[in-house]
């Protein structure tokens, strides 16, 4: 059974304060890695899709890593806008496609 | 620019009724998806079709049945309604491909039963 775990469950960080979230998997053959962005009462919209190990995407003060067991949203320089719940999901090569297995995501809270 | 929306953003229902939530998509994508959101449990899927009249169970289907007749149209119903079934409902499409085939999301549906 895949699974996805994230740590920390909440990080609270001041403005310029850089730092790093954690997604750690167990997929039967990855397909992808996903992040994605919630903010409170609203649908999670995408960030990043990453495919291999040592593969890394980057948008804004964003940097997504992936190796063989677990991926980082680096945070670098936040603001406060950067403020949401992070996920992560994974899909596997096998089984049905295009089926995400989500973590319980990271609360981010960056405060001035 | 992609959008996936849903019928209603609060809604509030009475144990034993019957209840659709609606989610439409403007992206022509093969697959759709229903989820339920609970803290602490993350997002749960329930139901997901890849095709027209096609649909298979997610991992929590008990409880849930769903409809799709036309492709850009995803219907999630709860029989009768129970109060365990408050949580927040989130609809989903991605396009049926090996890559790019992230999930686009809609605002979500928050469903209280009372």
């Known amino acids: 059974e895949d699974q996805v775990t994230q740590s920390p469950e909440a990080l609270r960080l001041q403005e310029g304060e850089s730092s790093s979230l954690n997604c750690s998997y167990t997929?039967?053959?990855?397909?992808?890695l996903f992040w994605y962005r919630q903010d409170p009462g609203k649908g999670p919209e995408f960030l990043f899709t990453?495919?291999?190990a040592g593969e890394e995407k980057e948008k804004e003060r964003l940097k997504a890593t992936l190796t063989k067991k677990e991926s980082f949203l680096h945070i670098t320089a936040p603001k406060p806008e950067d403020s949401a719940t992070y996920l992560c999901?994974?899909?596997?090569?096998?089984?049905?496609?295009?089926?995400?297995?989500f973590g319980t995501g990271t609360r981010l809270q960056v405060t001035l | 620019d992609v959008k996936v929306t849903q019928s209603s953003r609060y809604l509030v229902k009475r144990t034993g009724e019957k209840v659709f939530l609606e989610c439409v998509q403007d992206?022509?994508?093969?697959?759709m998806f229903w989820y339920r959101q609970d803290p602490g449990l993350g997002l749960r899927l329930i139901y997901f079709?890849?095709?027209?009249?096609?649909?298979e169970k997610g991992d929590i289907p008990e409880g849930y049945s769903v409809s799709r007749e036309k492709k850009e149209r995803f219907s999630l119903i709860l029989e009768s309604a129970s109060t365990n079934q408050t949580s927040m409902y989130l609809c989903?499409?991605?396009?049926?491909?090996?890559?790019?085939?992230?999930?686009?999301f809609g605002p979500g549906t928050r469903l209280t039963v009372l």
């Open positions: 989903a499409s991605s396009a049926h491909s090996s890559i790019n085939n992230e999930q686009f």
């Open positions: 997929v039967s053959g990855l397909r992808g």
């Open positions: 990453l495919y291999s």
């Open positions: 999901a994974v899909q596997a090569k096998t089984g049905t496609a295009s089926k995400l297995t």
């Open positions: 992206m022509d994508h093969e697959n």
């Open positions: 079709s890849y095709d027209v009249k096609m649909k």
